[in-house]
């Protein structure tokens, strides 16, 4: 089963604008972390924001948070001000329990217009 | 610090030739992981190792070896290069404790199998 679901495989924002990148997740792990991450076209994997299933609060990293809604298992990206150096591809991944079995979702890629 | 480093970045192999993937952290983490990347499906976990002398297997170990002598290498061997093993390749690390500790990613190896 996937465990990882990310709906929108591109998507399109204006320079300046917000935009929410989607993410479900399916664990019966009371403990989990939940990761964002972005890779431009370069290649590398960059680490954007985390979530812990504990927290009580939304994460938030600069221009970047997390709606993290438990109950309906979802881990939203939302991303304040989009840049143009914003445009890559983003992945949602999820670690259950303490291990280090991390599971990421398909990624979804988001092109900033100027 | 380096991080985490990979040699070589690019290869190109013939089906049924052995090669060995080298990744190296200067981190001293304990966790190092390895990933495959395929177009449309994200990152999936091959190998995993939770410190020196330790490892197990992720969701697609078939055709692929790994072992960990020392904290700072994990090497990842691949016994007989099949064309499906054409992919790019990322080791990454993580620190010991709690749910959170962000996987820090290679700049990965971009593998062709002939």
């Given at each position: 089963a996937q465990k990882i679901t990310q709906t929108q495989p591109g998507m399109f924002v204006q320079e300046k604008e917000a935009v929410t990148l989607d993410c479900t997740y399916d664990t019966s792990d009371p403990s989990y972390g939940l990761f964002?991450?972005?890779q431009p076209s370069s290649g590398e994997m960059i680490f954007l924001i985390y979530q812990?299933?504990?927290?009580?609060?939304?994460?938030?990293?600069?221009?970047?948070?997390?709606?993290?809604?438990?109950?309906r298992k979802s881990a939203n990206l939302v991303i304040s001000a989009s840049q143009l150096g914003d445009s890559a591809m983003?992945?949602?991944?999820?670690?259950?329990?303490y291990g280090q079995n991390f599971v990421f979702g398909p990624g979804t890629r988001l092109s900033v217009l100027p | 610090n380096a991080g985490v480093t990979q040699t070589p970045k690019f290869q190109v192999l013939?089906?049924?030739?052995?090669?060995?993937?080298?990744?190296?952290q200067d981190m001293n983490h304990e966790y190092m992981s390895w990933y495959r990347q395929d177009p449309g499906m994200?990152?999936?976990?091959?190998h995993y190792s939770v410190g020196a002398g330790i490892t197990d297997q992720g969701e697609v170990p078939n055709?692929?070896?790994?072992s960990r002598s020392t904290t700072e290498d994990f090497p990842l061997?691949?016994?007989?290069?099949?064309?499906?093993?054409?992919?790019?390749?990322?080791?990454?690390s993580?620190?010991?404790?709690?749910?959170?500790?962000?996987?820090?990613?290679?700049?990965?190896?971009?593998?062709t199998v002939l």
């Open positions: 964002w991450y972005k812990g299933s504990y927290d009580q609060q939304n994460a938030t990293e600069g221009r970047y948070s997390l709606n993290f809604q438990k109950a983003y992945f949602c991944a999820m670690r259950e329990g | 013939k089906t049924g030739q052995s090669m060995t993937l080298q990744c190296a994200g990152l999936r976990l091959i055709g692929y070896n790994v061997r691949l016994l007989s290069a099949a064309p499906s093993q054409t992919s790019v390749y990322f080791c990454a993580r620190g010991t404790g709690g749910l959170y500790n962000e996987q820090f990613f290679g700049p990965g190896t971009r593998l």
